[in-house]
Nanobody
Framework: QVQLIESGGGLVQAGGSLRLSCTAS????????MGWFRQAPRKEREFVAA????????VYADFVKGRFTISRDNAKNTVYLQMNSLKPEDTAVYYC???????????????????WGQGTQVTVSS
């Protein structure tokens, strides 16, 4: 497994922006797809976005399309989630996750994550 540490969460007003970062260690970063998930209070964890090992394939949940952008820098072992036009309903703990392998299928990018960070809180006030 790979070790993951998220940063960049915080409190922001509705309409504002935040950028989350997740730095990996312990394995070859470019052998992993990377994803972001979130969990709001009293709700199930849900998929937000994912990016393939090379950055060439990206998948977003419908509710963040056009507002969030996932990217990665393999030289820095880091994946990012740029969040714009934030809404109160985006309030959640955001988790970074790693999925081993270089498959780029839609299903592979949404499932099979086996390493997780500790999470970072994002709170959007109205």
């Amino acid at each position: 497994q790979v070790q993951l540490i998220e940063s960049g969460g915080g409190l922001v007003q509705a309409g504002g922006s935040l950028r989350l970062s997740c730095t990996a260690s312990g394995r070859t970063f470019s052998n992993y797809a990377m994803g972001w998930f979130r969990q709001a209070p009293r709700k199930e964890r849900e998929f937000v976005a994912a990016i393939s090992w090379s950055g060439g394939n990206i998948v977003y949940a419908d509710f963040v399309k056009g507002r969030f952008t996932i990217s990665r820098d393999n030289a820095k072992n880091t994946v990012y989630l740029q969040m714009n036009s934030l809404k109160p309903e985006d309030t959640a703990v955001y988790y970074c996750a790693a999925r081993p392998g270089r498959s780029t299928s839609y299903r592979a990018l949404r499932e099979g994550y086996d390493s997780w960070g500790q999470g970072t809180q994002v709170t959007v006030s109205s």
